[in-house]
Every structure is written in C-alpha cells, then in structure tokens.
T-cell receptor, first 115, second 114 residues
C-alpha cells in the first residue's frame, strides 16, 4: 500500500479482555516500531522490529504486552488482561532501513478504550 | 523520561504570522526530526536535520540545530489556518543495535486563526 495502515481504527473493550492491534507497514520496509500515545503527550516508544525479530522491547510496560512480526511484514500488538490505564492511541511506524538517517512513516493509529 | 521537550506548549497566532517552536534535548544525537500531528492521530514527517547540519529549509519550514546548546527550532513562515496541529521534535539516539530510536516530547499545540 501507499502508507502504513493500522486496524482497527478504534477499539473499545472491557477491563480484563484481550485485544490485538494490527499494523501493515509500507512494502519493503524492514524496520517496524510501535508507540503508545496518551492524551496530551507525545508518542512513547514500545518496541522495535528489524525483520522478524524484536530488536528492542524495552518500552513494553509489562508482560501483558507482547508483539509479533512472524513474516517480517505485518505486526500484531497483543494486550492481555486489559486495564483502563491501557487506553491510548497505539501508533505503528516503519522505515526502509535502520541506521542514522532514516525517517519513520507513521500509520493513523488505533484508539484503544478500555472501559 | 522524554528526550525532546518543546517550548512553548501552546501557541496561538493569526494567519500570515510566523510561528516559532523550540526543542531542547538532553543527550547526544545523530539527527533530529520534526513531526506534525492533526487531531491526535498519525504523525507526518516534516523534516530531518543531521547532527552536522545547522539549518535546513523545506518550503515554508526552516529548522535550525545547535548541538552545543542541545536545541532546535522550527519556524513556519506565513502561517495558514491549515497549519493548526501539534508539532513534535524527535531527537534520535543511535542505539547499540544500530537503529535510530526516536524519543518524543509532549509537543507544541499550534493554533492559527483566520
């Protein structure tokens, strides 16, 4: 596709439920990033994939959060036992290469609301 | 903690005026990027300035970088109502893994009034 796409655009769930958020990066982009953005704040880094492997998951808040990218393209962010504090916009970004001068292209985000 | 911190937090101007937003950061960087966000959704990349550059232009945008002061500025000239958005600076750190990790600040909310 022309840009990074994310589905769903909005997700409302109940506390304790499991959710999956999907990211389709730009074709050919090897690097993929997940961020979380709370109201009035900037995006907060969660995890970075280079190819299929999670090269840096230091931003994941706890073990309820997990992400995969099994074929090096589409990625899924999984949240178990959701809590109200997980409510935020989850952003995905991709870049062609890693390294010093590669801009990241962001998707429109998934707005997660935990009731 | 956030690496980039924007100033001011909010800016309100009239159409045609210039808007200047500042960014300060804490550690050494490889480059610094500016992004724009409308209505709390996807970010749009505006400009990337490398650590060995001091100024860069793109259309009505002018970005400066002073690595000695660990600061950057974004100037939007002849602003338009359509420029209303939040603007984020994102200094990046080249990690030991060889990728650029963006650390965003809280952003500057710009409102341009017709």
């Amino acid at each position: 596709g022309a840009g990074v796409s994310q589905t769903p655009s909005n997700k409302v769930t109940e506390k304790g439920k499991y959710v999956e958020l999907r990211c389709d990066p730009i074709s050919g982009h090897t690097a993929l990033y997940w961020y979380r953005q709370s109201l009035g704040q900037g995006p907060e880094f969660l995890i970075y994939f280079q190819g299929t492997g999670a090269a840096d998951d230091s931003g994941l808040p706890n073990d309820r959060f997990f992400a995969v990218r099994p074929e090096g393209s589409v990625s899924t962010l999984k949240i178990q036992r959701t809590e109200r504090g997980d409510s935020a916009v989850y952003l995905c970004a991709s870049s062609y290469l890693t390294g010093r001068y590669n801009e990241q292209f962001f998707g429109p985000g998934t707005r997660l609301t935990v009731l | 903690s956030q690496q980039g911190e924007e100033d001011p937090q909010a800016l309100s101007i009239q159409e045609g005026e210039n808007a200047t937003m500042n960014c300060s950061y804490k550690t050494s960087i490889n480059n610094l990027q500016w992004y724009r966000q409308n209505s709390g959704r996807g970010l749009v990349h505006l400009i990337l300035i490398r650590s060995n550059e001091r100024e860069k232009h793109s259309g009505r945008l002018r970005v400066t970088l002073d690595t000695s002061k660990k600061s950057s500025s974004l100037l939007i000239t002849a602003s338009r109502a359509a420029d209303t958005a939040s603007y984020f600076c994102a200094p990046d750190q080249l990690t030991s893994g060889g990728y650029n990790k963006l650390i965003f600040g809280a952003g500057t909310r710009l409102a341009v009034h017709p």
